[in-house]
């Protein structure tokens, strides 16, 4: 799976996004190592803090169907720059991937930011800080 492609992946997911209130569409694809994908879009609720992101629903899916190592993630949504996750999901990201894992942020326009994780959050908190 290329670059391109997983980022295609995570651009058509829009089309399943449930957005009824922000109106806003966004799309997650993500790579395991034994090379499947998952996809996840943003789903929002009435009760709008029970709202999930793309991304989370893409991780989730994969966490509850066994999978635990991850390659590469992309995700896209239709902004005048590269989308930047939200704070909630780079928190959850970090939980599952690893400090040099590939993240390509994009929008509808080509313009794509590739990061790894230690750099869309750094100095993260990580279970190890809770051991004495
Ligand atoms: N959203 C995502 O799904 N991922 C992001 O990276 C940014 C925000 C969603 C949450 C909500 O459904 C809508 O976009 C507007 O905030």
């Known amino acids: 799976m290329s670059n391109q492609d997983l980022i295609q992946k995570a651009i058509e997911m829009r089309e399943r996004a449930y957005v009824p209130y922000s109106k806003f569409p966004v799309g997650a694809a993500l790579l395991t190592k034994s ?43 239709d902004t005048e720059r590269p989308v930047p996750p939200c704070g909630s999901c780079r928190q959850v990201m970090s939980e599952f991937f690893s400090s040099d894992m590939t993240i390509h942020l994009t929008n509808l326009h080509a313009n794509t930011k590739t990061v790894n994780m230690e750099e869309l959050l750094p100095f993260s908190f990580q279970k190890t800080d809770m051991d004495m």
């Open 35 to 77: 090379g499947k994908v998952y996809t996840g879009c943003n789903i929002e609720n009435a009760a709008y803090p029970v709202s999930l992101c793309a991304e989370r629903v893409a991780i989730f899916k994969a966490i509850s169907d066994g999978e635990t190592e991850f390659i590469e993630m992309a995700v896209a949504a």
